[in-house]
């Protein structure tokens, strides 16, 4: 059975220097498989979120700062996935509050790991793919991006600096 898939292709990406706003699912070769999103996501730049059927398997990701949130659920050996956590949240039978993650939000405002406020619902984090193999109904959580600090000296940071500005203007004014 298919995935249910709502709201979940937002946002833009860039790719080899080419800005995507409209179909971002056309970037996802037909015959893709889990190797080759996570090799597609790692090229990428941008604010998205993304979910796409392409043969036996559903991806889906979010952007590396996780911009615009997916959410996901499995209910009935079907993966469910949407933009909006109240919308699967009406779709789940007998919801479980779960403790853990309450307890989390009460101390922080927030919870983290991927968790929500609900067992069996689920959120990806910034940097995070979801395959889901539809044949074995079995769902992988898969990182393509990881920040790290990287402490380098750097020859000359104010023309370093003054090159990343014109970089990110330019693309701000190829978004606009």
């Known amino acids: ?3 249910k898939l709502s ?12 800005f995507h706003d409209n179909r971002l699912d056309q970037l996802v070769p037909r015959n893709c498989g889990p190797d080759g999103f996570i090799s597609l996501l790692q090229s990428v730049d941008g604010n998205f979120s993304l979910a796409v059927e392409r043969g036996d398997f559903t991806f889906a990701a979010v952007d ?24 699967l949240y009406r779709q789940i039978e ?5 403790q853990p993650a309450l307890n989390e939000f009460l101390l922080t405002g927030y919870t983290s790991r991927g968790e929500t406020l609900f067992c069996e619902l689920k959120q990806l984090e910034a940097g995070q793919c979801l395959i889901w193999n539809k044949l074995t109904k079995v ?16 020859e000359d940071p104010l023309a370093a600096m003054d090159r990343m500005h014109e970089r990110v203007i330019g693309r701000l004014i190829d978004s606009a």
């Not at 590396?64 to 956590?85: G, H, K, N, T």
Request: aromatic content about 16%.
């Open 1 to 3: 059975m298919a995935a």
């Open 7 to 18: 709201g979940k292709n937002r946002g833009f990406i860039w790719k080899d220097g080419v």
């Open 64 to 87: 590396r700062i996780r911009s615009l949130p997916l959410f996901y659920c499995v209910q009935a050996d079907e993966l469910l996935i949407s933009a909006d956590a109240f919308a």
């Open 94 to 98: 007998r919801p479980l509050l779960s």
């Open 139 to 154: 769902l992988q959580i898969r990182e393509y991006y990881r920040y790290t600090h990287l402490y380098e000296e750097i």
